[in-house]
């Protein structure tokens, strides 16, 4: 009833604002918001190098006379100003923030990449195949949900470490860590998708395709695939903030980006040290720009759920 | 006229027992249903076979078994000559594949909503590599749609335009033979009169045979030539059309006939049928009808009865004369 | 039977307000029904039939709204209820029967407890003669051995024993109008007709007014007492059945009853109405019908459309067929 017939066919884009989905993103404001604040964040840390003022990773333009010097207010013995204020070593706050959104936003987003990639491929194979390619898929995905995702990471990360050789570690890190995030969140994407797969390979369009003579591979490929893709997406957001805290989380107790590339976790670490000597702006900054970044993706992912949801539209 | 689908002593059997370990710890046995009992017919080229039967009768299964979706556990089914279960020669089997299509009940799910209309109607041929120039666009107007929807997804059509759409699939092939699984019942009447007259014309068109598979008795009157009516899986009774209406043989037949709701049958008091279907995991010993058969002696509970021919009719009743 | 009609609809709108504009699936519908009648209402999907036995329940789904018209139970006007008003009402004067009767009842409780709760609501009675009088109940819509399976669950029962339940359900605590919405629809051949003749017998017996909302022409020739034929979410035809199915007023009516692989048995073809019923959003103007209609003129394209009050109070159509006078004219 909802769906009147339009004739004229504008751009793209126009179609996609104009579409149900659209309009009921234009009538969430918490939606526009949280897409408001994501896409701040991204553009800050994609243009960190032209936007930020120092770059925290020449250790040539450190001044360690610079250290601690509070947000808002110029340094007692350079008089330089920093917006966000310094650390220890005199890094500039707001630098280290938009570089460290960039190691946090990229090891997110490759690793929900590869959880995706893996679990929708399982996922379908397990619910369309069955028998025994479902049990050894499904049961492996529910020894792995017995153990906490950070500890899986942990674990991956572990064994990761151990076999790179030590002069490449700290380059291996990041990826090391996407590897070990990716994997250890595959999980529910492959359930989801599995069990959206066993409703859609019931329906008769697939019997159709089944008699034409298509091959399994391209009922799974080009028939169930498309059509499982919204809860995937719904997951995916979700997964994306989690997987930015599991960055967060594992660089926070040491064992994920370096120093010398450190990511929001990274900065929080070190922020924690200055806690309670008063130079609370060190923690303070990067913890907060976490919280944004994570809390507004999660609502992103919310408003998503519902949205793509029939039956509450 | 000769038989281009023969049916011989099918049966499928499903397992519809607990997984195995639930098995094991609460010391079940196997449950297994038998969905299809030892059914044969023949559909002679160019007409249309009806098989009716209420739930649980064991019609859509056999229709999946004929077209292959489900391969029987016993029995076969001979397409021109050739059972797909077991025929190793691949040109054979996919030249039968071509030839035999299918229509399915709900026309909202037998749609791909991700595809474009033109694309679902070209995939039996596109899939196998063949020149789709110009073929949706023809089957649409060969099923009373315009050339121009070819454009559109899925959603944009009523159920009775999609259900056009499925049909216009299942001729892209040039099949010979279509079983059409409740085409209809997901339709509004007016729409289903469209429907089944579009049906009529383009069996007239083409020389299509139909496996029609209904519980609309009313359907199946306008639709068929004969007509095979299924109880529990079992084949009780076959007649043509008119013979079937005019004088059913079979205690369920007759049952059916009494109970379907009729257009003039104004403030009509007839006595409801007694019981229920039973349980197809456990069925009935000797004929299945017999706990609900008003003329049901003991020999009914014990002998299952073999199908009889009387005059234009095949029965399986002990007492049917 | 008394003056006052159980049940009056009086001249009822519903109204869906959307993103495309406001949406009519209710338009305008008024009609009455007696103590011990069944109304039948029928008409293709999107025609408008639930949504006018939802609004009379009180059970229309938001946004959905009824913004004009009264719904009067026994002369008393309810269509402004809400909350515990109206849920009490629902279980005592109007009883609901659905198409699909596992939604209607709660897989964890037992029929028996699910039938003593809503008895113990609305009747002042002890726990023992509750229990009573749900094997009563039981035992009146024909589940054999009520005693002993009062304490089953629903999903010990088949699909037609359920919708006896339901039924029972609907009638254990004595209302004066149930509403059924497609009861028969999901069920077989035989259930159904085991379960229209059970519904009929209750109406009779207990004089329950039944409203009884199906897209099923046989059951409704064979149950109804009357019958509505809406169109469009609009009352095309009201009358007695026999005369409304034997000659239709309405070409939609006569059109529907026409495309019945019934009425057209040993034709060639079916009789069909070209094109589908519109969409809600996209209502022609003046008579709804009108561009499927052969008997289409000029002024059934004005608006506003015929209704029945405007018309002969049988169809709402400016050009009725089966008429006396007329059908002498034309012969």
Known sequence: MADIQQDIRPSRLHRAWNSDLGWSFRHAPVAVASTFVVLLLIIGAVLAPFIAPHSPFDPGSLNLMNGFTPPGQANQFTGDYFLLGTDDQGRDVFSTILYGMRISLFVGFAAVLLAMVLGVTLGLLAGYLGGWTETIIMRVADVQLTFPAILVAMLIFGIAKGITPPEYRNEMAIWVLILAIGLSDWVQFARVVRGATLVEKNREYVQAAKLIGRSPFAIMLRHILPNVLNPVLVIATISLALAIIAEATLSFLGVGAPPTKPSLGTLIRIGQEFMFSGEWWILFFPAATLLALALSINLLGDWLRDALNPRLR | ?321 | MTDTPVLSVRNLVVEIPTRHGVLRPVDNVSYDIQAGEILGVVGESGAGKSMTGNAVVGLLDSPARITSGEVLLSGQPIQNLRGEALRRLRGKKMGMIFQDPLTSLNPLLTIGDQLTETIQEHLKVGQTEAQERAIAALEEVGIPAARSRIDSYPHEFSGGMRQRVVIALALCAEPDLVIADEPTTALDVSVQAQIVALLKRLCRDRGVAVMLVTHDMGVIAEAADRVAVMYAGRLAELGPVREVITAAHHPYTAGLMASTPLASQGKERLRQIPGAMPRLGNLPDGCAFHPRCDYAQDSCRANPGPTLDTCDGRAACWFPLNIKEKSEVGA
């Open chain 2, 1 to 321: 006229m000769s038989a281009i689908i023969r049916i011989e002593h099918l049966t499928r059997v499903f397992d519809v027992s607990k997984p195995w370990l639930n098995r094991v710890i609460e010391r079940l046995p196997k449950a297994l249903l038998t969905a299809v009992s030892d059914v044969s017919f023949e559909i002679e080229e160019n007409s249309v076979y009806a098989l009716v039967g209420e739930s649980g009768s064991g019609k859509s299964t056999i229709g999946k078994i004929v077209v292959g979706l489900v391969p029987p556990s016993d029995g076969h089914v001979k397409i021109e000559g050739v059972d797909l279960a077991t025929e190793t020669d691949r040109d054979k089997v996919e030249a039968v594949r071509a030839d035999i299509q299918m229509i399915f009940q709900d026309p909202y799910a037998s749609l791909n909503p991700r595809w474009r209309v033109r694309e679902v109607i070209n995939e039996p041929v596109s899939a196998k590599g063949g020149d789709v120039t110009g073929l949706a666009e023809k089957l649409l107007e060969q099923v009373g749609l315009s050339a121009k929807d070819a454009a559109k997804y899925p959603h944009e059509f009523s159920g009775g335009q999609r259900q056009r759409i499925c049909i216009a699939r299942a001729l892209a092939s040039g099949p010979k033979i279509i079983v059409c699984d409740e085409p209809t019942s997901a339709l509004d009447v007016s729409v289903q009169a469209q429907v089944l007259n579009l049906m009529s014309d383009l069996r007239k068109e083409l020389g299509l045979t139909y496996l029609f598979i209904s519980h609309d008795l009313t359907v199946v009157q306008h639709m068929a030539d004969k007509i095979g009516v299924l109880y529990l899986g079992r084949l009780v009774e076959e007649a043509p059309r008119d013979r079937l209406f005019d004088a059913p043989k079979h205690p369920y037949t007759q049952m059916l006939f009494a109970a379907a709701p009729r257009m003039d049958g104004f403030g009509r008091e007839v006595e409801p049928p007694k019981g229920e279907i039973p349980d197809a995991i456990n069925p009935p010993t000797g004929c299945a009808f017999h706990p609900r058969c008003p003329i049901a002696v003991d020999r009914c509970s014990k002998e299952r009865p073999e199908m009889r021919k009387i005059g234009d009719t095949r029965v399986a009743c002990h007492l049917a004369e």
